[in-house]
Nanobody
Framework: QVQVVESGGGLVQAGGSLTLACAAS????????MGWYRQAPGKQRELVAD???????NYADSVKGRFTISRDNAKNTVYLQMNSLKFEDTGVYYC????????????WGQGTQVTVSS
């Protein structure tokens, strides 16, 4: 019913910038929490950043100060602005949308590849 679609991935040189977008659709109920995760080859998936419907943000230490997560509640869309990209930022970035309570869901996007060249 509910789905999320990521966009904005690509190839960028180290030190460059990239912005990802994730749009949630299929429900009139807004997600309580939307976030970005990433998975590098041979590594476990990790949380990059998330944001509540009220605008409370959480960042992984490795990206704090470089990445900014934002949200447009009217569009149920979350963005991840990535600056000063490093080679170790390379991976597949996944969007997650979650709602708690009686009407709950937890959905993942298919992922978008981010490759940072050194």
């Amino acid at each position: 019913q509910v789905q999320v679609v990521e966009s904005g991935g690509g190839l960028v040189q180290a030190g460059g910038s990239l912005t990802l977008a994730c749009a949630a659709s299929g429900s009139i109920f807004s997600p309580n929490l939307m976030g970005w995760y990433r998975q590098a080859p041979g590594k476990q998936r990790e949380l990059v950043a998330d944001i509540t419907s009220g605008g409370i943000t959480n960042y992984a230490d490795s990206v704090k100060g470089r990445f900014t997560i934002s949200r447009d509640n009217a569009k149920n869309t979350v963005y991840l602005q990535m600056n000063s990209l490093k080679f170790e930022d390379t991976g597949v970035y996944y969007c997650n949308a979650e709602r708690y309570g009686v009407i709950r869901f937890n959905v993942w996007g298919q992922g978008t590849q981010v490759t940072v060249s050194s």
